[in-house]
């Protein structure tokens, strides 16, 4: 098992610029979730995908969208980005379906975004 | 608002010491608690999930504790290693989503040799 993989580990983009993250959930797992982390902060949650649509959506502008592909996996999308869009970008996968209990949540290794 | 404290914010400790990590959430109706490690400029590693019935979980020399009453949990790691360096973050999800993780600002813990 795998685990959760994002791709790419790292990426370096201008301000106004548009970028796409990656993430493969844990084999079995049907919902991902997208954290933003900057740097000595925890994790601040972007929005959550179940059965290729937004279940839930943190407090993030517009400029962040993203998408669930029938496989479960996922892509984060950043529009017009800013400085203080650099951070680190994390997955995380877990199998809740519709149910609305929770289960343990699994992370990839981050991708970290650097906008200059 | 579900808000999430974690103290202290650093640690630094001798190699073979016990030591005890705090965690505090405002909002007692949650789902369950979960406890991660996190090395520099990596992800997140599961290391213990409480659920709300249970009071605490054990894995290796981890033992992580929940008093949902007073909003507390503890993080308890036996006889330290170097090999425990890193920051390590409790999460707890919203009652009213069904995955949304509120985390602490987590403790930077250093094991010195």
């Known amino acids: 098992d795998a685990g959760v993989t994002q791709s790419p580990t790292h990426l370096i983009k201008t301000r106004g610029q548009q970028v796409t993250l990656r993430c493969s959930p844990k084999s079995g797992h049907d919902t991902v979730s997208w954290y933003q982390q900057a740097l000595g902060q925890g994790p601040q949650f972007i929005f959550q995908?179940?059965?290729?649509?937004?279940?839930q959506r943190g407090n993030f502008p517009d400029r962040f969208s993203g998408h669930q592909f029938p496989n479960y996996s996922s892509e984060l999308n950043v529009n017009a980005l800013l400085l203080g869009d650099s951070a680190l970008y994390l997955c995380?996968?877990?199998?809740?379906?519709?149910?609305?209990?929770?289960?343990?949540?699994?992370f990839g290794q981050g991708t970290r975004l650097t906008v200059v | 608002k579900q808000e999430v404290t974690q103290i202290p914010a650093a640690l630094s400790v001798p190699e073979g010491e016990n030591l005890v990590l705090n965690c505090s959430f405002t909002d007692s109706a949650i789902y369950n608690l979960q406890w991660f490690r996190q090395d520099p400029g990596k992800g997140l590693t599961s290391l213990l999930l409480?659920?709300?019935?249970?009071r605490e979980q054990t894995s290796g020399r981890l033992n992580a504790s929940l008093d949902k009453s007073s909003g507390r949990s503890t993080l308890y790691i036996a006889a330290s290693q170097p090999g425990d360096s890193a920051t390590y973050l409790c999460a707890v999800p919203r009652m009213d989503s069904s995955y949304k993780l509120i985390f602490g600002s987590g403790t930077r813990l250093l094991v010195r040799p």
């Open positions: 995908y179940y059965e290729e649509e937004e279940r």
């Open positions: 409480i659920q709300s019935s249970q």
């Open positions: 995380a996968s877990s199998l809740v379906g519709a149910r609305r209990s929770n289960t343990e949540a699994f």
